[in-house]
């Protein structure tokens, strides 16, 4: 090739050096995915409000429980229903054993009321709320067992605590006491024992929250949960989600006399709404 025709042709090179330089490029950006559509929100549980939605209606507020203090039981939570009042068990019957030689009058809750507690009466019958509670609640006691120490394993303070249909959930002084585990405060009587240890000192005020779950079934009738219960002692996990086959929807309250001394106060009971939440809650404010 002559040099007048390289260098006619030398601006043709030149630019198919750049358009292969450029090829890559141009085939990546033909090549790419296209951008993607947009996203829809995913709809939280319940299947209704998209997550962070401000039309969602907003949670009650209530006022939380007070504080309890070794000399004065905590005010319940506002929408609470109390069980005692501190002053009678008008709330409560007689519950009596087929040990209780007490026969009448039958139904009257027979427990020592004074310093806005009771105490349990031995040999005067376990008693129970008047009032059945149905659904999902939570109930809230404090519960003493004697300071002067007298027996051991199941001879120390022992009673417990039923919530219609499960097992006992038991009431024992567990601190340096040893006994079967199962019968352990904070134990389901019988069948769990409690995940720790959580037992105050003798004589000191304790807590139990008792949260139960009732029974599922789909619209066939079939069940799909179990009934469970789940304790806190003390404000520590003991029982968490305990599945038995309990079909019933409603239950009351009640405290055994096994016998040996004990106090409770500060009793109440709330309903709690799991699955529909939402329709209790307030409406969001008017937009501005």
């Not at 296209?34 to 995913?42: I, V």
Request: with cysteine.
């Amino acid at each position: 090739m002559t040099g007048e025709l390289l260098y006619t042709a030398a601006p043709f090179f030149v630019g198919m050096h750049r358009f292969f330089f450029l090829l890559p490029l141009l085939a990546s950006t033909v090549l790419a995915d296209p951008a993607p559509p947009h996203k829809e929100e995913p709809l939280t549980p319940g299947g209704v409000y998209k997550a962070h939605s401000m039309d969602r209606p907003r949670p009650r507020v209530i006022t939380p429980p007070g504080m309890s203090t070794p000399e004065e039981p905590g005010a319940a939570p506002s929408d609470a229903t109390v069980l005692f009042n501190g002053k009678d068990l008008s709330l409560w019957k007689r519950d009596p054993g087929k040990d209780d030689p007490a026969k009448a009058p039958a139904d009257e809750a027979r427990w020592k009321v004074e310093n806005g507690c009771f105490e349990i009466v031995p040999l005067s019958g376990s008693i129970r709320t008047r009032e059945k509670f149905k659904g999902d609640v939570q109930f809230h006691l404090e519960w003493a067992t004697p300071a002067e120490v007298k027996g051991n394993s199941q001879g120390r303070g022992n009673s417990g605590v039923f919530v219609g249909g499960f097992p006992e959930i038991q009431v024992l002084d567990s601190y340096q006491n040893d006994t079967y585990p199962d019968g352990q405060a904070g134990g389901l009587y019988g069948f769990y024992p409690p995940m720790v240890n959580a037992c105050r000192k003798p004589g000191e005020w304790q807590s139990y929250d008792i949260i139960v779950e009732r029974q599922r079934k789909d619209a066939q009738g079939k069940v799909i949960k179990k009934a469970c219960p789940s304790v806190l002692h003390n404000g520590i996990v003991v029982q968490w989600a305990r599945e038995f086959d309990v079909a019933a929807n409603e239950g009351d309250l009640g405290l055994q006399d096994h016998h040996n001394p004990g106090r409770y106060r500060n009793i109440w009971v709330r309903a709690i709404n799991i699955d529909h939440s939402d329709d209790e809650g307030t409406p969001p404010p008017a937009k501005k």
